[in-house]
C-alpha cells in the first residue's frame, strides 16, 4: 500500500509546488517569491557545506576510535538529500529539506533504516556479518590445471579472419 502511493507522490509534487508558487506569489509577490528560490539555493548549498564538514569530523572521530560509522554515513546521506530538495525550486520541497537538516529528524530517519545498513570495511571484503554465507557460496575455487592463459582458437570472442 505505502509502496503504491510513492510513484503518485512524484507525480503530484510538480502540481503542488506550482500551487505553492501560486498562492505565495499572490500573497508577497512575484519578485519576492522569486527572491525566496534564490535564498533557497543559497541556504541548500551554505548548510551542505557547513553541515557536511562537520560530519566529515564525526566520520574521522568514530572511524579513529575503531567504530563503524554507520549512523554518521546516513546522516550524510540525509543531508545531501536535504540540500538537492532545497536546491530544487519549490516550497514543499524546502519545507521537507529544512526538516532533513534537523539532527533530531535525522534521528527519526535513522531509527528506520539502522537495521538494515551494513559498513563493509576495506580489509573485511565482505566475509563477515549478515550474508556472509551466501557470499561465501558464489566463489568457485579452481585448481591451476582447471583454467589456462592461452587464447581459445574456438571462441567467439576472436576476430574472424
Known sequence: MRSSLVPLLFLALPFLEIAGFIVVGSEIGVLATLGLIVLSIFLGVFLLRFQGFGLIQKIREETAAGRTPKRELVHGVMLVFAAFLLIIPGFITDII????????????????????????????????????????????ELDPEDYSRKPDPDSPWNPKP
Open 97 to 140: 529539506g529544512l526538516l532533513l537538516f534537523i539532527p533530531a529528524v535525522r534521528d527519526i530517519g535513522w531509527r528506520f533504516v539502522s537495521d538494515r545498513v551494513i559498513v563493509v570495511r576495506p580489509g573485511n571484503h565482505g566475509t563477515s556479518g549478515p550474508g556472509a554465507s551466501r557470499r561465501k557460496d558464489r566463489v568457485i
